[in-house]
């Protein structure tokens, strides 16, 4: 069975009513037949009937034993991390979402929590960085916004050799291209608000694991500290999830297609995409994925920050936001707006350049999207040709 039909028929129609949408049980109390007897749920913060079957979904998505649903990725990535204690190291990426960047350096360190960055797509970086304290190796592949790729399957089998786990944050290729836990990874992480979503219009995160011991620790996590995703929003995720293998094969294509509309630009100086043959991680891209993702950075032949805002504000089609993964596509300007946390040398040498541009390509027909980007490269070159305004001495 083609994995699009799987998924469909994985929703299940409601036993009740036979309703082809998963009802919304907006309730955060259930009543019991008698103490500690209920019918399978008992407070909404423990657990939700429209949001176990989203969990349930996902686990199944991800080819995982246990689903969890957080509020937010961040959320997510924090129900991971609270694993760790004082002394425990992580590797992690050296390119890594400002936001979880933010939470590793100013939350977990001053718990005692040490993290080493290392450029992943070289499996060796990560292989030489490992303790005996090493207990995490978190990766992102693709990474936001470089689109480096990693190589999930031989750094799993480095974290497994040297008793780690393997985090893969699989937000950008989502599971319709790539299936992290098949490639040996141990967790994986959704920012959910992204692909998996789909329509900009809700905030979640997600957890998978292979393991479901692993997973019922990480439940208790979410139990304990409370960062659940509510039923309506349970409800929202599932729909979207629903149209996830049209919609990426669509941002895949488009992105291919503005990828190569962009590497013959001469206003271009570098152009990041892993469907590109001139990526250095294609072949790693091809082999453990379907698609090559929605995701298109490039950085600018005049390397200066104003030279990006400029290109970033003068686009239409391409709305100027943060965020990514949504119907319509998005612009942003990674060094002043998702990794602006990051401190600018560790954010240079990572590869985040000042006049680097992410383009999150939407659904729109490319045809359309290239004229805009078209005019957004007229406009910059006529402000770059304006001479400069004499300077009146008085």
Not at 347 to 374: F, Q, T, Y
Request: charged share 20%; net charge neutral.
């Amino acid at each position: 069975m083609h994995s699009t039909t799987k998924l469909l028929h994985s929703i299940p129609v409601d036993p009740l009513t036979g309703a082809v949408s998963i009802p919304i049980y907006q309730t955060s109390t259930f009543v019991q037949e008698a103490p500690g007897i209920n019918k399978g749920f008992d407070y909404s913060r423990t657990d939700n009937p429209t949001r176990a079957v989203l969990e349930s979904i996902a686990a199944q998505l991800e080819e995982g034993s246990t689903g969890i649903a957080f509020g937010s990725g961040m959320a997510a990535i924090d129900a991971v991390l609270k694993m760790l204690k004082t002394g425990d190291e992580v590797v992690a990426i050296d390119d890594i979402y400002g936001g979880a960047y933010r939470l590793f350096e100013q939350v977990y360190k001053k718990f005692g929590v040490k993290v080493i960055y290392v450029d992943a797509s070289q499996p060796e970086n990560v292989y030489r960085a490992i303790s005996s304290r090493t207990k995490l190796i978190w990766i992102e592949t693709p990474i936001n916004p470089t689109l480096k790729i990693s190589d999930i399957e031989a750094i799993a089998k480095i974290a497994k050799a040297n008793g780690c786990l393997l985090c893969v944050d699989n937000t950008f290729a989502s599971p319709a291209l790539q299936k992290p836990l098949s490639l040996g990874a141990d967790l994986v992480v959704h920012s959910a608000t992204k692909y998996l979503g789909g329509h900009c219009d809700l905030i979640a995160g997600l957890v998978v694991t292979k393991d479901k011991e692993l997973g019922e620790k990480v439940k208790f996590f979410q139990n304990a500290c409370g960062a659940i995703l509510g039923p309506l929003d349970s409800w929202l995720l599932i729909r979207g999830i629903e149209t996830l293998p049209l919609r990426i094969r669509q941002h895949c294509r488009s992105a291919q297609f503005i990828a190569e509309f962009l590497e013959l630009h001469p206003a271009v100086d570098r152009v990041l995409y892993p469907g590109l043959k001139t990526h250095p991680g294609h072949s790693i891209a091809k082999k453990q994925a379907k698609g090559f993702g929605g995701i298109v950075s490039f950085s600018l032949k005049e390397d200066t920050e104003q030279a990006a805002i400029s290109f970033v504000s003068a686009t239409n089609l391409f709305q100027l936001a943060e965020s990514l993964g949504g119907m319509k596509s998005l612009v942003s300007h990674p060094a002043t707006m998702t990794h602006k946390t990051i401190p600018p040398v560790r954010r240079r040498a990572s590869g985040v350049a000042n006049s680097l541009i992410r383009l999150s390509v939407g659904l729109e027909e490319p045809e359309d999207l290239v004229a805009d980007l078209e005019e957004a490269f007229s406009k910059l070159e006529v402000k770059n040709s304006r001479p400069h305004a004499k300077t009146a001495y008085v």
